[in-house]
């Protein structure tokens, strides 16, 4: 049986070689899913079970080559959540986290509260926020069918329901028109022409990338989220770093919102915005 330290040190070597950042971290969490223990549990561990060093080889291998982390292992942490992932569903990141945090005050001032969560994809933000607001109701919009099974395997069992719907569509939840207290998107935000990483390129397409500025979707999450929130209701909406004044401008001249406020994300990049309805 191998040492799990000399797994450890080979591992990180090759990914570090391959451009993994997180070399060491990504080393560690690939073992501890092949010996389907806790990554904080490897200080115990000593010996790996060749099975084991068989499932981490061929895990390993998967990474060099630069698929996401998140695909080999099947899921990705989020805020207090664990969700399944995988090809077809866009890998929540943790700065989209701090739209939770955006929104919090405003739904836990009202009882049983009303999140609609656009371009949902996993659910992340809706789920992370029916888990954390006692009483809330979720409702995750999304219309790729790949993402879909993601989203409805993610949701299975939960308070949060799934809107299989597009959502340019103006009618979209007209039930909802002027009820709903926060509206969170983290919708396809990168200009088309800007260079990404590999793990960026194992996302859907059109989860990622929205026209030669970004932009595109971006109208149409404002008209949405203008539609269905009641006045005082928060909208917190994920950006590129380069829209970190493009996006306020946008939401200026709509004349539907006040309290229009830009923030940095964990890096002290722009990275999101809030505004309240009128």
């Known amino acids: ?18 451009g993994v950042d997180s070399a060491r971290v990504d080393a560690e969490l690939l073992l ?45 942490p989020f805020r207090h959540l664990d969700l399944a992932v995988g090809p077809g569903v866009f890998v929540p990141r943790p700065e989209t986290e701090l739209l939770v945090d955006a929104v919090l005050p405003t739904l836990r001032a009202v009882a049983e509260p009303t999140v609609v969560d656009l371009c949902a994809g996993s659910g992340a933000l809706a789920l992370a926020v029916a888990d954390e607001v006692p009483g809330a109701r979720g409702y995750a919009v999304e219309n790729a069918p790949a993402a879909l099974d993601w989203l409805r395997r993610n949701t299975a069992g939960t308070t949060v329901q799934v809107v299989a719907a597009d959502i340019r569509d103006p009618d979209l939840l007209v039930e ?18 800007q260079c990404v990483g590999p793990e960026v390129h194992a996302d859907p397409d059109d989860a990622v990338f929205a026209g030669p500025d970004g932009l595109a979707l ?19 909406i994920e950006h590129d770093d380069t829209q970190g004044e493009s996006l ?8 539907c919102w006040r309290d229009i406020t830009a923030h940095r994300d964990l890096a002290g990049l722009p990275r999101y915005v809030t505004a309240l309805r009128h």
């Open 176 to 193: 909802l028109r002027g009820t709903v207290d926060a509206v969170v998107c983290n919708p396809p935000y990168v200009p088309a022409t």
């Open 248 to 255: 306020p401008q946008l939401l200026t001249h709509l004349g």
């Open 218 to 236: 971006m109208p149409d999450v404002a008209a949405r989220a203008a539609q269905l929130l009641r006045p005082g209701g928060v909208v917190a």
């Open 32 to 76: 501890a899913h092949s010996l389907a223990v806790e990554r904080s549990r490897l200080l115990l561990v000593d010996a790996v079970p060749a099975d084991a060093e068989s499932t981490f080889a061929t895990a390993l291998a998967r990474r060099v080559l630069r698929e996401p982390l998140q695909h080999i292992v099947g899921h990705a």
């Open 1 to 18: 049986m191998a040492s799990a330290r000399a797994l450890l040190t080979t591992a990180t070597a090759l990914l570090r070689a391959a």
